[in-house]
Nanobody, 123 residues
Framework: QLQLDVSGGGLAQAGGSLTLSCAAS????????LGWFRQAPGQEREFVAP????????WYSKSGKSRFTISKDNAADTVYLQMNNLKPKDTAVYYC????????????????WGRGTQVPVSS
């Protein structure tokens, strides 16, 4: 069991930047990967980016590529999502989730979910 504490959400302006943090308190014997998802109002939950335990395996969804960056601080057991050049279409509730490696890109691949944080992006 993992406890995932998410912070950093809030109102942002189009063209601005925001960084989300997800601090993990591990209560499992297995190594795990972390991923970011988001869910816009009335839409299905969408994959954004994953990161492996080592931090060496990362990639991005179409929506996040070139604008978002995922990183990990192993000492603090915290994963970050740096979002640049935000657009109104990025408005959503963002989620941090954990999965036993290898990391996947589907909602069903993740076993533990943190509390969502709202990110409204104004025009």
């Amino acid at each position: 069991q993992l406890q995932l504490d998410v912070s950093g959400g809030g109102l942002a302006q189009a063209g601005g930047s925001l960084t989300l943090s997800c601090a993990a308190s591990a209560r499992t014997a297995y190594r795990y990967g972390l991923g970011w998802f988001r869910q816009a109002p009335g839409q299905e939950r969408e994959f954004v980016a994953p990161i492996s335990w080592s931090g060496g395996s990362t990639w991005y969804s179409k929506s996040g590529k070139s604008r978002f960056t995922i990183s990990k601080d192993n000492a603090a057991d915290t994963v970050y999502l740096q979002m640049n050049n935000l657009k109104p279409k990025d408005t959503a509730v963002y989620y941090c989730a954990a999965t036993k490696e290898p990391v996947g890109t589907g909602v069903g691949d993740y076993e533990q979910w943190g509390r969502g944080t709202q990110v409204p992006v104004s025009s």
